[in-house]
């Protein structure tokens, strides 16, 4: 079974655009290619990657599936499309004819100042065609907006959807127990699957310890089960606190309490079904 990082990036820094790297993340404010990811990959044993959109605009789909055309380890690409535009399906037909990696689409739900910006007629008609395509949808929110994507998934029942970075709990708060009930309610949809990634910039970027992360992974490891989990580095985002390798190893020593089997479909069986890669 194929070792796959369901979640990493790629960008070329601008500070206009990437204005989300603001100055306390001087390590990541800098370009990020395939020569510095791949490396990383090799040492820890990873076959494949998910690179996944950053910035919301089709010149970052363009940008991406180069690298993925020219890398034949970048498995598959996440993009954006703007969901509510009169011309998506034009856009999804074009995505599906010419471009065979990519996989599926995101869109930056968190950083909506309305909380339910999911729930807009226009964006639901968007999110209605992906599947017909053969499109997944990544949820990238906060635990504030997870009730919302519960009545969002509720309305497409064969759409399938992936949570990114576990909806962003409280780590460094140690807050636990509304975002688990919510996810737990998130989590008896069968179409959903959730990202085990992410967790190391939710937490204390300088003094987490490993035992921050067990009342989060025990949360999803039950309401999801060992084959509805992806495991994703974030990568680079993940250099804030810790790095690839650290978050690497809290996953590996969490998952030796699970089968070789449910491992491997942690570590790239439930990536390659969920993406069709």
């Not at 990493?8 to 020569?35: G, K, Y």
């Not at 209605?128 to 009545?151: C, M, R, V």
């Amino acid at each position: 079974m194929q070792r796959i990082d369901a979640h990493q990036h790629f960008w070329q820094f601008d500070p206009v655009r990437d204005n989300w790297i603001t100055s306390e993340m001087s390590v990541i404010r800098r370009d990020f290619l395939p020569d510095d990811l791949k490396p990383i990959l090799d040492r820890n044993q990873i076959e494949g990657t998910v690179l996944v959109q950053t910035c919301q605009a089709e010149t970052d789909n363009r940008f991406m599936l180069q690298l993925a055309q020219e890398n034949d380890w970048i498995k598959g690409v996440v993009g954006w499309i703007d969901l509510q535009a009169l011309n998506v399906e034009e856009r999804l037909q074009f995505y599906k004819d010419n471009h065979p990696k990519m996989k599926g689409f995101r869109h930056v739900l968190q950083a909506e100042p309305d909380e339910q910006f999911m729930l807009r007629d226009a964006f639901k008609r968007g999110i209605g065609l992906l599947n017909e395509y053969g499109f997944t949808y990544d949820i990238l929110i906060y635990p504030n907006h997870i009730k919302y994507a519960s009545q969002l998934v509720a309305e497409f029942p064969g759409q399938k959807f992936v949570v990114d970075h576990l909806a962003k709990p409280y780590i460094k708060a140690q807050m636990v127990d509304a975002w688990k009930r919510d996810m737990e309610g998130l989590a008896r949809y069968p179409n959903v699957y959730c990202k085990v990634s992410g967790m190391l910039t939710e937490a204390d970027w300088y003094g987490w310890k490993t035992s921050d992360f067990t009342p989060y992974f025990d949360a999803v490891f039950n309401a999801f089960g060992t084959q509805r989990l992806l495991y994703g580095s974030d990568w680079p985002v993940c250099m804030l606190a810790g790095g690839y390798n650290r978050a690497m190893e809290i996953l590996q020593i969490y998952l030796s309490r699970f089968s070789q089997h449910e491992q491997d479909l942690f570590f790239g069986g439930n990536a390659v079904s969920f993406y069709n890669l």
